[in-house]
């Protein structure tokens, strides 16, 4: 089986950047996604990396290392429209969709 | 270009009745994604469909639960009995082609209640 984990809250202030991070547990996937959820919301899709390392997206930067079963999901200059939850999420190689927990993001004025 | 549609948003069925929830995917999507959220919880993948085709149903209760996306119309989901522990958000999800876990559209959600 797989599993993915996250921290399930986060807090920081306006302005600030945080680090939101997945590890895994999986024997094979084809990449990682990122999805944010505002309450009572929908899912949205921020980020993919299907390679190791580093994309941007505007204030969004996600990461993923497979050598070390880790990736997260970076927000710059935080905004109050960015407390939401967010989501890591992989397709494994047995064709399973897996969505992490999330982690609540509270973004204090 | 419409986003992905849901339909009921808010539906109430007692213990034992049946609950259909209907997904029109965006505008070019063939895939579709059926997955079930309880309050402060993720998403829990059910069901994937392609048009006329099941394509992955590992997720989906054994019992009382079918999904279909016929040739014309919206995919359905079907929950047959339904009991109070089928009270959830259920979301669906649609993509172009087959990428997997990677940009998938959600829809509003359907927020079923078992009374």
């Known amino acids: 089986g797989q599993s993915l984990e996250q921290p399930s809250e986060v807090t920081a202030v306006e302005g600030a950047i945080v680090q939101i991070n997945c590890t895994y547990q999986?024997?094979?996937?084809?990449?990682l996604s990122w999805y944010q959820q505002h309450d009572g919301g929908a899912p949205t899709f921020l980020s993919y990396n299907g390679l190791d390392g580093l994309e941007e997206t505007g204030r969004f930067s996600s990461f993923l290392s497979r050598s070390d079963s880790y990736g997260y999901l970076l927000l710059q200059e935080l905004q109050m429209k960015d407390s939401a939850s967010y989501f890591c999420a992989v397709r494994d190689y047995g064709q399973n969709f897996v969505f992490g927990p999330g982690t609540r993001l509270s973004v204090l004025p | 270009n419409a986003g992905v549609m849901q339909n009921p948003r808010h539906l109430v069925r007692r213990r034992g009745q049946e609950a259909r929830l209907r997904c029109s995917p965006m505008k070019g999507h063939s895939h579709v994604y059926w997955y079930r959220q309880l309050p402060e919880e993720g998403l829990k993948f059910m069901v994937y469909?392609?048009?006329?085709?099941?394509?992955?149903e590992s997720g989906m209760p054994k019992e009382r639960f079918s999904a279909e996306f016929p040739k014309e119309g919206p995919s359905i989901l079907r929950i047959q009995q339904v009991v109070r522990g089928d009270s959830a958000a259920y979301f669906c999800a649609s993509s172009p082609k087959d990428r997997g876990i990677y940009e998938q559209y959600f829809g509003p959600g359907t927020r079923l209640t078992v009374t």
């Open positions: 999986t024997s094979g996937f084809y990449g």
């Open positions: 469909l392609q048009k006329e085709n099941i394509i992955d």
